[in-house]
């Protein structure tokens, strides 16, 4: 008897098979599209295919909200981000399910290409959609703010035009010098300069100058702890000079940790009368440096320490008439509370660490040089 062949029931079974995949690759981008909008006309069609089935399995990720309860919260995009940083962001933060979904719908719509950088409230008791849309535009009504330590009023200005902010320079300038907020540490007719603590801060972008400038100063009364002026005036200094030494050590120190050793030297070198040779001081009085592009000259030339200017601490003995920076708490805990011992001398090493050696005799200071 002559054995029927199985070829004919297996073409027709991928003939079937074919067909059902044909319509499996033309459904599932139909019905995520649907669902979810038309594709980005950058998806090839196998990304259409792929995007479009995971979407449809994880749709709830999309379409629920992660906890109807959940508190509002601040979410920042930082400049050049992208949407695998932020999705998987947004999920730590607790606001979206599932951060895979989240960056393939952003892919899928190409959203993804259009993410703002800027400030947002969200909330997980809105859906992952809505948060999407949410982060393609820049109509915020508030703005982070920040000032970094040894700053001075100059570079707070400078910062000003790309912060959303609608302050200029010079009107911040202008409130900074003769600011409207009544301060007794502060004497009369001095700017604010010291007193602009270094922090970041939430502003509405309806901001004042005046307005900032008293947020800033209200910033530095409010992190500077109780016991300082007491520990300032242990050492002989208002809370205004303590400010001005501090402001010096911000600029000196690069490490946190060297900063009580570097205020030793400083009250060191005050208690004999011996001139504070800080160059900090002379790159505040040179003022902008056109051909470096920067506030702090460096290198200082030889007739740079000369130049005449009651900051200039190689010429006039003591401190300087002011603050020449906006110092960080660690500075000013290192004024308040500096380390013991009997140095006058201190430059920074030779192998770009950032820390210094220090010296009690002028000798061995001179033994530090680097070759």
Not at 36 to 57: D, I, K, N, Y
Not at 85 to 99: C, K, T, V
Not at 329 to 356: I, R
Request: hydrophobic content about 45%; glycine content about 6%; charged content about 15%.
């Amino acid at each position: 008897m002559k054995k029927r062949s199985c070829l004919p029931l297996f073409l027709i079974g991928l003939s079937l098979l074919a067909i059902f995949m044909l319509v499996l690759g033309f459904g599932v981008p139909v019905a995520a599209e649907s669902s979810f909008g038309s594709p980005s006309p950058a998806l090839t069609s196998w990304q259409r295919f792929s995007f479009g089935l995971e979407l449809l399995w994880n749709a709830s990720d999309l379409t629920m909200p992660r906890d109807l309860n959940g508190a509002e919260q601040l979410f920042v995009i930082e400049t050049g981000e992208d949407a695998f940083s932020i999705s998987n962001r947004l999920e730590a933060a607790g606001l979206i399910s599932n951060a895979r979904t989240f960056r393939i719908f952003l892919a899928w719509t190409g959203m993804d290409a259009y993410l703002q950088t800027g400030m947002y409230r969200l909330s997980p008791s809105l859906t992952a959609e809505s948060i999407a849309g949410m982060l393609q535009t820049t109509t915020l009504t508030e703005v982070l703010f920040t000032v970094l330590p040894g700053w001075r009023m100059e570079e707070i200005a400078a910062a000003l035009p790309t912060s959303g902010l609608t302050i200029t320079p010079e009107e911040f300038l202008a409130a900074a010098s003769t600011p409207a907020i009544s301060l007794d540490l502060i004497p009369a007719g001095v700017s604010a300069e010291g007193f602009l603590y270094p922090d970041t801060y939430i502003l509405p972008r309806t901001t004042t100058a005046d307005q900032l400038v008293s947020v800033l100063v209200q910033g530095f009364l409010s992190h500077l702890p109780g016991g300082y002026p007491d520990a300032f005036a242990a050492h002989g200094l208002t809370v205004f000079q303590a400010v001005t030494l501090a402001s010096i050590l911000q600029r000196e120190a690069v490490v946190d940790d060297e900063m009580p050793l570097i205020a030793s030297v400083f009250y060191n070198r005050l208690a004999v009368g011996m001139k504070l040779q800080t160059d900090p001081t002379v790159q505040y009085a040179l003022g902008y440096n056109s051909l470096q592009t920067t506030w702090w000259t460096n290198p200082l030339s030889a007739s740079d320490l000369q130049f005449d200017s009651p900051y200039n601490t190689y010429r006039y003995p003591g401190l300087p008439p002011g603050p020449i920076s906006n110092p960080g708490l660690a500075a000013l805990a290192a004024v308040a509370y500096p380390a013991e011992s009997t140095y006058y001398y201190f430059q920074a090493k030779c192998d770009d660490s950032g820390l210094h050696n220090f010296a009690e005799t002028f000798e061995q200071h001179l033994q530090n040089n680097c070759p």
